[in-house]
């Protein structure tokens, strides 16, 4: 069985650490997590992982950290780097996309990320089709699920092993394509138009900067723009829409969070729910003083807009996958499947799947 593995030590260093309380996640607690990750790999028999080299070393750390942890499982998959060309090391997003796309080519089942919406922006790009189990290590993290490390490794593995057998934990989540200037590109979970013609530090944080925002996913409970626009008009996930957030002097006002614990007010003049059908066009209104504004995709700063120029964004559905790790184990103890890699092959009889949702208990487990 193999996974994927991509780790992004610079996903929360920028300078949004300097407004709002964004934790720093430190290279020693990425080890940590990564360590952890190989913990749950291991337990469900995962022999070989590949993993995004880049200049922290991180993966390396992890395995210096488990060969002086008392516990530490005896065997533990073989981790190997991508091979990748100059430096031999991912250092910004090219890289990550990069390596998603050789750990693709090489039948990698699912793909364990520590970074930002960036980060796993960068692994789609280079990766479609790939399985997510993203891990919170990033500013906002929108994207990513609340998962201990160690449960997120187990589910992974146990997902690799039998695919078909938790196919029905993985969701979908849909995603925005937008078209400008210079070509497409997806975000995962928004695309803002901020007022100023300049790229130079990419994340967003000041909020009389936002122009305009539309969200592949409108929940108050995150902050950045997902949780701004569901404080405007929260959607359900699953439903399948997406939100275009106009913002400007005379709206109605909001509070919304902009980035973890700075809740701020914006004033919101219109909001309009849109489909897989549906094209929003950006600017939706020029501003007074016609001067450039610039486009963001999931929070990087990366398209100027000049006057004249317009940017048009879709939501794509079913779109990525993710699995749910959580009801992958869930399921996994339900159908005896937690059991010791060595006894993987002689598990005893279980219920169907699809009868899992009405049955608890151990006769829930077992005939």
Same mark, same amino acid.
């Given at each position: ?224 723009? @997902?949780? /701004? ?5 929260? *959607? %359900?996930?699953? #439903? +399948? $829409?997406? =939100?275009? &957030? ?64 317009? @940017?048009? /964004? ?5 779109? *990525? %996958?993710?699995? #749910? +790790? $959580?009801? =992958?184990? &869930? ?37």
């Amino acid at each position: 069985m193999l996974v994927g593995l991509v780790v992004n030590p610079g996903a929360s260093r920028d300078v949004r650490r300097l407004t709002s309380l964004a934790r720093t996640v430190d290279a020693v607690e990425q080890a940590n997590a990564v360590a952890r990750i190989l913990c749950g790999l291991a337990a469900t028999g995962v022999g070989r992982v590949l993993y995004m080299p880049e200049p922290t070393h991180v993966v390396e750390r992890a395995r210096e950290l488990l060969a002086v942890t008392r516990g530490a499982p005896a065997r533990l998959p073989d981790t190997v780097p991508v091979r990748l060309p100059g430096t031999g090391e991912a250092r910004d997003a090219a890289g990550t996309a990069r390596s998603a796309a050789e750990m693709g080519a090489a039948g990698a089942a699912a793909v364990l990320t520590i970074g930002g919406d960036g980060t796993n922006r960068a692994v789609a790009t280079g990766w479609p089709d790939a399985v997510f189990v993203p891990l919170p290590g990033g500013t906002n993290n929108a994207f990513a699920l609340r998962l201990d490390p160690t449960a997120a490794g187990q589910a992974a593995g146990l997902y690799a092993a039998e695919p078909a057998a938790f196919a029905g934990d993985v969701r979908r989540r849909p995603y925005l394509r937008a078209e400008a200037p210079g070509g497409s590109t997806l975000a995962l979970v928004d695309v803002a138009l901020v007022r100023g013609g300049w790229v130079g530090a990419h994340a967003i944080w000041e909020p009389e900067a936002l122009a305009e925002a539309v969200v592949a996913r409108a929940d108050p409970t995150v902050p950045g723009l @997902a949780g /701004v626009a569901g404080a405007a008009h929260p *959607v %359900r996930d699953g #439903d +399948g $829409a997406g =939100v275009h &957030v106009v913002f400007g002097p005379g709206g109605r006002p909001i509070l919304g969070q902009i980035g973890p614990g700075q809740v701020v007010e914006l004033r919101v003049t219109a909001t309009t729910v849109f489909g897989p059908g549906d094209t929003v066009t950006l600017p939706a209104h020029r501003a007074a003083d016609g001067g450039p504004l610039t486009l963001a995709f999931d929070g990087e700063r990366e398209v100027v807009l000049r006057p004249g120029q317009r @940017a048009t /964004v879709r939501l794509v559905t079913p779109g *990525v %996958r993710v699995l #749910d +790790g $959580a009801a =992958v184990l &869930v399921r996994a103890a339900r159908m005896g499947r937690l059991v010791p890699p060595a006894m993987a092959g002689d598990r005893a009889e279980t219920v169907d799947s699809g009868d899992l949702a009405d049955r608890t208990g151990p006769a829930a487990t077992r005939r």
